[in-house]
């Protein structure tokens, strides 16, 4: 069963959290951030290409207008591929493991595994970041030597930053399942 | 002991530090107004060139300026960052004893983990 609703994100733009449950153990969280708008792309390419068609005007060198175009084509890759992320799910299967996958605009993804044992608990943390303070959801990681302490931070969710009522949702989520770990009897 | 009263020593050092201050002050402005010949006549040759008179404000008001800006940065690069575990604990919580527990007594200060926290905002009561 699925169930979508509307957030917005720390800067105010909207996003979707789609919560899916595969089974009793096995749920699926997926955050989808705003597609690339036609205004903001004709906006930036425009702006580009005026500034380009006014350094031409001053230096009457051709090369600048075909540069420009190049720039623009090539920036643009750059940005679907490696830099928009459309989509950030969580998939957090009971006994198995939690798996953090991120998808760009260009069709690439890219997935993260972490095995149950490894993981001590997930929680809102309040951090500051870039002169705010932001709430975010992080997977604490534990060594298994050591399981009263913490060795690893991993923050999901990082460029759809959802605001604090979305991540109580997937913080409520994700306990259920992870609290059925200390009922079901540890099978090693 | 260490008190923050007027004492007839403080006064002193205060006054020492007045006069000496003029005197740098009125010692910068003959060297940075009174032309070179006068100085010279006078026999006052090795004092260091005029330009100094004008460059090293300048470079200290530059240096303040750009300190602004330098402790800007620092604080910005000494906050940890998001996936660090300096967010969540330190060192003085990680070696924390802790105090058992007694009946009818207000719980011993301690700094509570983040799940119990979370728990305790998060989850609704049940």
């Known amino acids: ?188 | 002991e260490n008190s923050p009263a007027p004492l007839p020593e403080r006064a002193i050092y205060g006054f020492a530090l007045f006069l000496g201050s003029w005197f740098g002050f009125i010692l910068y402005l003959i060297w940075a107004y009174i032309p070179e010949s006068w100085l010279f006549s006078l026999g006052l040759t090795y004092w260091p060139q005029k330009y100094w008179a004008v460059a090293l404000p300048v470079y200290l008001l530059v240096a303040v300026g750009i300190g602004y800006i330098l402790l800007f940065g620092i604080n910005m690069m000494s906050t940890a960052p998001l996936n660090s575990t300096h967010t969540i604990t330190d060192n003085f919580a990680k070696k924390q004893q802790q105090k058992k527990f007694q009946e009818e007594a207000i719980p011993a200060l301690r700094d509570i983990p983040i799940s119990e926290v979370n728990r305790m905002f998060f989850l609704p009561e049940r």
């Open chain 1, 1 to 188: 069963m699925a169930e979508e609703r509307r957030f917005r994100s720390a800067a105010g733009l909207p996003i979707a959290l789609r919560r899916r449950q595969h089974s009793a153990s096995c749920r699926e969280l997926a955050l989808r951030g705003p597609r690339l708008q036609l205004r903001s792309l004709s906006a930036a390419t425009s702006a580009v290409w005026l500034a380009a068609y006014g350094l031409f005007a001053v230096s009457e060198n051709s090369m600048v207008l075909s540069a420009a175009i190049f720039i623009t084509l090539i920036g643009l890759i750059i940005y679907l591929h490696f830099v928009k992320i459309d989509q950030e799910s969580l998939l957090v299967i009971g006994s198995l493991g939690i798996q953090v996958t991120s998808s760009y605009a260009s069709g690439k993804e890219s997935t993260t595994f972490i095995e149950m044992g490894r993981v001590k608990d997930v929680v809102i943390n309040e951090a500051i970041h870039m002169q705010k303070v932001i709430y975010y959801l992080c997977i604490l990681l534990q060594d298994p030597e050591d399981p009263q302490g913490v060795s690893e931070v991993v923050p999901l969710f990082q460029s759809s930053k959802p605001r604090l009522d979305c991540l109580i949702e997937v913080y409520r989520s994700c306990q259920e399942i992870l609290e059925q770990r200390k009922t079901a009897p540890q099978s090693n």
